[in-house]
């Protein structure tokens, strides 16, 4: 049996998905186009008929008996790495697969641990879910342990969330939890099938300072790693209102910082700002005003509308250069959540113009109407289509997608400039911020202390160089002689 439909590719509106081109994260820089469902590897075929419940579409992968070892094999893998096995050991049995995943596999089982991952990002997270080693003698036993262990795993998470928001019950209306936090309990059914590690939260500026003492307070300290904190080597790191600090309040960081407890292994991603593009979102306040109150464990929080965290997800999906099953699946429920009513998706398109994200909505509700079958209007991928032409193609998702203003090159910035719908906003941040305030000056540059009015041009010269180079090349040359390169909270 099926249990959803799914569209065609021919049948979305707009440009092809296959005519972007993308370049990837990481230090490989590599730069391939963007695939449709039919380009897709055998497993990842079969991963995505899982996820939508086709039937159809798997048994057409599974009767390929020359290389199905090895396809189910590598399901298994993006099982584990996507923390996906309470949904997907449902799905095999809902699709009457379970024939097929009780093969043996032709050699034992060596689960791979946090695959291309720094020592200390895997000794600091040895806890979660894609850590736990299983050798069974199935395909479908080894995704069984696994279910088993997130379904035990997500209520030890439920507890470390609720402690979390009784520490932070002060900041209730100034801070959104979002992702798998929420989502597991708003969109999936049941909660186990989203797994969750760390806990993200959207801290309005005002009060980030706060909120991190608050953490502090509770045995929170920061976790001092570039990846979780993109000012390391490049400004100020001793006091958290540093990590947001900028030449003007419409330009934040797109990933604030990671905090941590050792003793429950809890981590905490804030960030202060939804859409991480490295600009304030235009409508923050409402953001926040229109959140809605939900609760984990009896400890009240609040979280975006379903609108609001649907734009969310596609922002980080492109960030994540579309290639994130988990994500994408967080967006097709999302999507699916939405009413019939057609204004609902009228609202979600005049609020992704506002925030000039039209084309990454476009691309990831196309990729989740493509992969997962998504039931998107035909009126709305019309509205948000992007035009036909080169810099759209080649150039929306190979320039980094976060106009951060201490992270990126001069060169990089304008391309970002050239390439965005917001392009006047941020040359008007770009211009303006070559000639800051003295205020902004001895915050970032010398550490809040008060200095003869001509030290302003002896720090300028600094400043431009943080501006216009890019982040790994100041924290390889200047950036360590002028900070230090630990936090100091």
Known sequence: MNISGSLKFDQLRGPKLNQFWIRSLGMAKEISRLKPLAQLTREEKLFAALLRGDRQAAIEVLVDETRRAEILEQVVRLTRLEAFSSLIYERIFALELSTF??????APVVTEVFENTPLSVVQAKA???ESVEVACATYLE????????AVANHFRLDEKFASVLKITKAFQG???????AHLSRSVYQPAHFRHYGDLDVIVHPNK?????????????????????????????VNRPVDIITSPLPDWIPSGAITMHRAKDKTFVDIKVGPFERGVQAVELERIFAQAEECSCLGEKYRAPTTTDHLMLM????AKNRFDNWRTLYDIHLLARSFSDKLTDWELFVERCKIE????IAWVGLSVAADRLGTLVPDSVLAELSPEENFSTHCLTFTVSPAFVWNSTGLPMKLLNIFISPDWKRKLKLLACSFVPSS???????????????FVYFVCLPMHWYVLLMPGGLVRRTIGPMWWSTKPGF
């Open 101 to 106: 995943f009780n093969a043996t596999p032709p």
């Open 127 to 129: 806890h979660s879910l």
């Open 142 to 149: 080894q995704i069984k342990e696994r279910a088993r262990f």
């Open 174 to 180: 100034d801070a959104l939890w979002v992702k798998g």
């Open 208 to 236: 980030f300072e706060a909120f991190v003492q608050a953490l502090t307070d509770a045995g929170f300290a920061s976790f001092d790693l570039p990846a979780h904190c993109n000012q390391i080597g490049v400004g100020p």
């Open 314 to 317: 596609l922002c980080n999906f």
């Open 356 to 359: 000039s994200i039209s084309t």
């Open 439 to 453: 205020q902004f000056l001895r915050s970032y540059y010398g550490n809040g202390s008060k200095w003869p009015s």
